[in-house]
């Protein structure tokens, strides 16, 4: 079965740091562009971060210098480095591979 | 950044009406435009990509159409199982950029 797992997720205070995973199965990370998109509760899709084939990253504007995307061919896996942490990267994070596949979300809070 | 408006922003149809959503970019973008279908607790699925094209699986009842700064996406006949809400995005620049999506809900 083709699909994308999350972890990683969890409660986190402000100024904080967490990682996030993506692990494939059925579907090569490094073949194809892998997103991150995260949606905060009860708002739209926002585009966070993409990693090309060749090995090319790009952020958005609001997470530029604090979110690290990576993968790791080996255990065909991608990651998502997340450092100075704010109560607005409050979302759920999906990964997403080639724009029809999508993980089930990892939900990530940033609190006090 | 390229700004994509979808209008509207939610819309109540009855079961077999004719539903359409526009979306707007704020430059052109050719065709490299996706619409998903987001159900209530569920992950996004791709229904429409290059502006057009019908992924694999999807209903024959989707379809979407346009090019350069304005399209449309289209069910031809709503079914319950549509009560989602819809975005649209474009992919030729970077940052990728999402439509505030449309509710769609059942008269």
């Known amino acids: 079965e083709v699909q994308l797992v999350e972890t990683g997720g969890g409660l986190v205070q402000p100024g904080g740091s967490l990682r996030l995973s993506c692990a494939a199965s059925g579907f090569t990370v490094s073949s194809d562009y892998m997103n991150w998109v995260r949606q905060a509760p009860g708002k739209g899709l926002e585009w966070v971060s993409l990693?090309?084939?060749?090995?090319?990253?790009y952020y958005a504007s609001s997470v530029k210098g604090r979110f690290t995307i990576s993968r790791d061919d080996s255990k065909n896996t991608l990651y998502l480095q997340m450092t100075s942490l704010r109560a607005d990267d409050t979302a759920v994070y999906y990964c997403?591979?080639?724009?029809?596949?999508w993980g089930q979300g990892t939900l990530v809070t940033v609190s006090s | 950044d390229i700004q994509m408006t979808q209008s509207p922003s939610s819309l109540s149809a009855s079961v077999g009406d004719r539903v359409t959503i526009t979306c707007q970019a704020s430059?052109?973008?050719?065709?490299?435009l996706n619409w998903y279908q987001q159900k209530p607790g569920k992950v996004p699925k791709l229904l429409i990509y290059d502006a057009s094209k019908l992924q694999t699986g999807v209903p024959s009842r989707f379809s979407g159409s346009g090019s350069g700064t304005d399209f449309t996406f289209t069910i031809s006949s709503l079914q319950p199982e549509d009560i989602a809400t819809y975005y649209c995005?474009?992919?030729?620049?970077?940052?990728?950029?999402f439509g505030q999506g449309t509710k769609v809900e059942i008269k």
């Open positions: 997403q591979g080639g724009g029809s596949l």
């Open positions: 430059q052109d973008i050719s065709n490299y």
């Open positions: 990693i090309y084939s060749g090995g090319n990253t």
């Open positions: 995005q474009q992919y030729d620049n970077l940052p990728w950029t």
